[in-house]
């Protein structure tokens, strides 16, 4: 592994850390190196807040100048204003003479434009390093930016024997370690999305107060009955129409969306194949015997993961 590796593997390493704190904007970590030793780093902390490139700058202690310095950063310097000012330009003014990026960023608001700046200003600028990589951190991000849709997780938990519930009874399928990484996951998306079975037989609060309560918008597939008067925090969607339910999940800038069941709403993604990723949480000890039957998996490379009492499948399409 170069040094360039290295430095735009440490910017992921910082972009990782505000995972669910940023979206719509994508995660994104800075280094400034000099003569090959890190000298500052920064990275985008929360929405509306100075993106990494700035962070990293204002940590530069003083008697070092950019100049003498390269700029690395995993996704490329913004090119316009939103909450905050254009990077390309902030790190021209500051005076860096060659900055190292992991990939283009996507949006058609940048796409080249930030590192087309750069070098129109006598700023070296080596791209494409470690891209898949950088891709794959930032696959919400650039989903959301091809595809004009959430990415799309769906999540379920699922006896020994193949069951993940019985009807109008709230079962608990999955031990407390798994419980937590689950509220993790939550804490990681933009909104989380159950059916009215689910909702009317479990009444579950959807959030993630066993990690650290960033919670996910709240959505709920009512269907085509009389709705009922919920709190405000539920966004409540009157028909079964997914592409329609995506658009205005696009529409609210939510770049992603976890989908937590129950099997009619699950099945309902896995069979018009609208899904990215999908997560189950497989009992080892609890048998049901009867109930409703867990969906079919995809046929997709899973990472398993054992806990003490409950199996993780990951797998990404």
């Known amino acids: 592994m170069d040094n360039h590796e290295i430095h735009i593997n440490r910017c992921l390493a910082l972009a990782k850390k505000a995972i669910g704190f940023v979206a719509p904007n994508p995660q994104v970590g800075s280094v400034i190196v000099k003569n090959g030793a890190v000298v500052a780093e920064g990275y985008h902390q929360s929405f509306g807040k100075p993106h990494a490139e700035i ?26 204003r939103g909450k905050t000012p254009p990077c390309s330009h902030a790190i021209v003014k500051a005076g860096f003479k060659h900055v190292v ?14 590192i087309d ?25 650039v989903l959301f930016q091809k595809e004009k849709r959430p990415y799309i997780i769906l999540k379920w938990a699922e006896s020994e024997d193949g069951y993940i519930g019985k009807e109008g009874e709230r079962v608990e ?14 804490s990681q998306e ?24 960033n919670d996910p918008s709240k959505w709920l597939i009512w269907g085509a009955s009389e709705i ?15 592409p329609s339910l ?5 529409n609210n800038d939510l770049q992603s969306v976890i989908v937590e069941g129950g099997q ?54």
């Open 55 to 80: 962070n990293a700058i204002a940590n530069l202690p003083k008697g070092i100048s950019p100049k003498d310095c390269v700029l690395y950063v995993n996704l490329e310097p913004c090119n316009h």
């Open 101 to 114: 990026v992991g990939m283009v960023d996507p949006n058609e608001r940048v796409n080249g434009s930030g």
């Open 117 to 141: 700046y750069l070098k129109a200003n006598g700023v070296k600028v080596t791209k494409n390093i470690l891209q898949s990589k950088c891709l794959f951190s930032n696959r919400r991000f």
């Open 173 to 186: 399928i999955s031990h407390w370690d798994a419980q937590k990484i689950n509220h993790q996951w939550r």
């Open 190 to 213: 933009a909104a989380i999305l159950i059916g009215k079975n689910t909702y009317l037989t479990d009444q579950p609060k959807l959030d993630a107060r066993h990690w650290d309560n």
């Open 228 to 242: 009922p008067d919920l709190d405000e925090s539920w966004n409540i969607w009157n028909n079964s129409n997914l």
């Open 246 to 250: 995506l658009e205005s999940m696009k």
């Open 264 to 317: 009619k709403v699950l099945n309902s993604f896995l069979d018009a194949g609208l899904y990215d990723e999908i997560r189950v949480i497989k009992s080892k000890h609890v048998q049901m015997g009867s109930g409703i039957q867990a969906p079919q998996r995809p046929a997709l490379n899973y990472e398993m993961k054992e806990l003490s009492e409950d199996i993780i499948f990951t797998g990404i399409k």
